[in-house]
Every structure is written in structure tokens, then in C-alpha cells.
């Protein structure tokens, strides 16, 4: 890993940045449900999450997942949405108290230290969240310890940057503007488990077994390119965060060219962005 790069910086900023981003991100559920909802429901079936599961949601932010999840464990099952920033988890309880869900629990934990090595979950999921923890291994070692033997873990992940325009042209953008070096081999960021064997070999490293990727087209459909970029610009953390040193008005330029640069997929139906996400799965 980049000696320069620091874990717990990285951290503290990306807290910071999901608290500010939290009531956005809510906001846009919605689009986020319409955009994830197939990725999310492969998750589901590959981690085995059915009538009565009980199951860990590690970086569940607002909760549309854990949502989903706890319709299909019914009453007899239990979600606990797990996330380290406690305003994005609000609003996931309200969700839930808003949906009539009583079976869905809420707690601030660090997914890098989830402290739940009871082997009490049946299945563990973690939806475009995983690739944002800066020791990947210790997450995934903690959601196996969480686990019964033989339970199922289940992580939406994207794949390479050249298949998710909607979000590499943008983090493209600011690394050049904000003088941004690439990120090492082993450092967290979007694309960190999307290169051919990566996400397999890190669950298998884990100690994880009958490991699977499921590769699921997810394009970003909204009305326009504009209407895209303040979806990003509302909501994205990993955004805010490579921009926060640059001054305003040069976060406002950095903005102006990506709007330009997202134009080229507007078309005669709205806008589509390219977007690929993968769904990796094992057995504890």
C-alpha cells in the first residue's frame, strides 16, 4: 500500500463526508432503489436471504437494502443495519418505522471492527460499500465470524472503471484537477475489487469457500446528463472527499466540465450511464 496513504484519515474523512451527504443520499432513494434495485436482489438470492434469515447489512448507509431484506425475512426474521455514520442510519430507521418494518435493528459500528464473532447471522451482505474499507481483509474476516457455519455472504461491488462511466469519468475529473495521484494496488475507491479475480481472491482469502461473481449491467437511467451530475453532486461522499481541497470555485469548474463530459450519453430517451456492477458471493 502507498506509505503516504493514511487508513485512518482516510476514514475519519469519509465519516465526515457520509454525515454531510446523509440527508441527500436519502433523498434520492428512490432513483438509488430504481438504479441498484436488480444488483440488489441478486444479492439477496446469492446470499440466501428467505423467510426467517437473520442477517448483517455491513455499510448499509440509508437502508434501501436492508429494506428489501426485511421484507423477505418476514416476521420471524431479523436485519441489523450496520454503518459507522450514525446520521445516514437515521434515516434508515426511519425508513424502516415508515415502510411498518418492526424487524430491522440499527447500530453505528466500524465495518472493519464489527464485534459480532457470535456466529449468529445467516447471511451477511454489504451493498457498494466494502470497497470503500481501507483494510478489506479485516472487514471480511469480521463478516465471517459474524456467520453460522455453512451462512452466505453476498457484496455488491463495481467492476472496472471502464464499465462505469457514469462514476470513472467524474473521479477521472477530479484526480486531474485536484492533482490526485491513481490509487495503489490495495488502497479502497470504487473500482478497488473490480478487476477480474480481485473480489474472489479477497473472499477466498478470507477463508471463504464456493466463492461466485455474478456480473449485473446496472446503467444509471435518469432524465439527463444534468439530472446525473446532481445526483453525484448531492450525494456522492468519495466525491466530496477527492475534491475537499480544492477551493470552491474551482470545485464549481471541476463540476462544469464533468456535466459536459457526461453529456456524451444523453440521447433521445433521457439520459443512460454506463454502469456494471458485480455480486460476490461464499459459504462460511
Known amino acids: 500500500m502507498n506509505a503516504t496513504f493514511d487508513a485512518q484519515h482516510y476514514k475519519s474523512t469519509t465519516r465526515a463526508q457520509w454525515q454531510e451527504a446523509a440527508t441527500a443520499w436519502h433523498r434520492w432513494g428512490p432513483a438509488i432503489e430504481r438504479w441498484l434495485g436488480p444488483a440488489t436482489e441478486r444479492m439477496l438470492d446469492a446470499a440466501g436471504v ?3 434469515s437473520r442477517v448483517l447489512d455491513v455499510a448499509a448507509g440509508a437502508g434501501g437494502q436492508s429494506l428489501a431484506a426485511a421484507r423477505r425475512v418476514g416476521p420471524d426474521g431479523q436485519v ?19 415502510a411498518g418494518l418492526t424487524n430491522i435493528n440499527t447500530r453505528v459500528l466500524d465495518g472493519e471492527h ?21 483494510d478489506q481483509p479485516a472487514a471480511l474476516n469480521g463478516m465471517r465470524e459474524a456467520l453460522r457455519p455453512d451462512g452466505r455472504i453476498s457484496c455488491v461491488v463495481y467492476s ?3 464499465r462505469n462511466g457514469f462514476f470513472s469519468i467524474p473521479v ?8 490526485l495521484p491513481p490509487p495503489a494496488p490495495g488502497q479502497p475507491g470504487p473500482f478497488s475489487l473490480g478487476s477480474p479475480g480481485t473480489a474472489e481472491r479477497a ?18 437511467l435518469m432524465r439527463s446528463a444534468a439530472e446525473c451530475v446532481r445526483f453525484e453532486r448531492e450525494s456522492f461522499g468519495a466525491l466530496h472527499q477527492m475534491l475537499a481541497a480544492l477551493p470552491a470555485a474551482e470545485q464549481d469548474a471541476a463540476w462544469d466540465e464533468i456535466a ?8 433521445p430517451d433521457g439520459f443512460s450511464g454506463p ?8 459459504t462460511r
Do not use: H, N, W
Open 275 to 282: 454502469c456494471e456492477m458485480l455480486v460476490v458471493s461464499g
Open 80 to 98: 441489523l443495519a450496520t454503518d459507522i455514520a450514525p446520521a445516514i442510519l437515521d434515516y434508515a430507521a426511519k425508513a424502516a418505522v415508515d
Open 50 to 52: 428467505t423467510a426467517g
Open 203 to 220: 473472499l477466498r482469502a478470507a477463508g471463504f469457500r464456493d466463492v461466485t461473481v455474478d456480473v449485473v449491467p446496472s446503467p444509471v
Open 172 to 179: 477521472g475529473i477530479i484526480r486531474r484537477r485536484a492533482q
Open 260 to 267: 459536459a463530459a457526461l453529456g456524451q450519453f444523453d440521447g
Open 114 to 134: 464489527l464485534d459480532l464473532a457470535g456466529g449468529d447471522f445467516d447471511a451477511v451482505i454489504s451493498r457498494v460499500g466494502l470497497i470503500y474499507f481501507p
Open 160 to 162: 472496472t472503471a471502464d
